[in-house]
C-alpha cells in the first residue's frame, strides 16, 4: 500500500485548508518533508503526546495530506511511515482572500457631493457650539474657588 508523492498538490477547498491551518498538523507537514516517519518519531521531533499524534494524522490522512510510505510489521505489530502525499502544496489564493487597502472616500469619487460637504461644515459647527458651552465659574462656586486655589482668575478656564 505504499505511495510515492506528487509533485503539486493544489488545495482548493476551504475544508482541506481547514485541515492543514491546524498548528499540530503544520508541524507534521513540516517534519514529513524530508524523510518517512512512524507516528511514534513525529511525536518525538514536534514534541506532541503519542497518544494524541495519531488524531492529527488520520485527519491529514483522510484528506490526502499524508499517505503511507512503507509498511513494516515490528514484533507481529503493522508500522506505518507516513509522507507527504506531495512535495509542494499549493493555496488557491480566491480561498486566502486577497486584502486590498481600501481608498477613503475623497480620493475614490471624482466629484465630492455638496451636500455631504454641507454635512461635515454642520457637524464641524455643532461642535463648536458645545464647546462654547464650556462651564463657567460665575454660576458654580466650587469651581471658581478650585481656579482660585490654581491661581487663575475666576473667569478663565483653558480648555484642554
Request: aromatic content about 4%; charged content about 35%; proline content about 6%.
Amino acid at each position: 500500500m505504499a505511495s510515492e508523492p506528487k509533485d503539486i498538490i493544489r488545495i482548493d477547498n476551504i475544508k482541506l485548508l481547514k485541515v492543514i491551518s491546524d498548528p499540530t498538523r503544520k508541524k507534521i507537514i513540516d517534519v514529513l518533508y524530508d524523510k518517512p516517519l512512524t507516528a511514534s518519531e513525529i511525536a518525538d521531533k514536534i514534541s506532541y503526546p503519542k497518544d494524541k499524534i495519531y488524531y492529527h494524522i488520520k485527519k491529514l490522512q483522510t484528506n490526502g495530506i499524508l499517505i503511507i510510505a512503507e509498511s513494516e510489521k515490528v514484533k507481529g505489530i503493522t508500522q506505518n511511515k507516513f509522507i507527504n502525499a506531495a512535495k509542494k502544496f499549493e493555496i488557491e489564493t480566491g480561498l486566502i482572500g486577497e486584502e486590498t487597502p481600501q481608498p477613503s472616500k475623497i480620493e475614490d469619487k471624482e466629484e465630492v457631493d455638496e451636500k455631504e460637504i454641507n454635512e461635515v461644515t454642520e457637524d464641524d459647527s455643532e461642535n463648536t457650539e458645545k464647546e462654547n458651552d464650556a462651564p463657567t465659574p460665575e454660576g458654580n462656586p466650587l469651581l471658581a474657588s478650585l481656579m482660585k486655589a490654581k491661581g487663575r482668575p475666576a473667569g478663565q478656564i483653558t480648555q484642554q
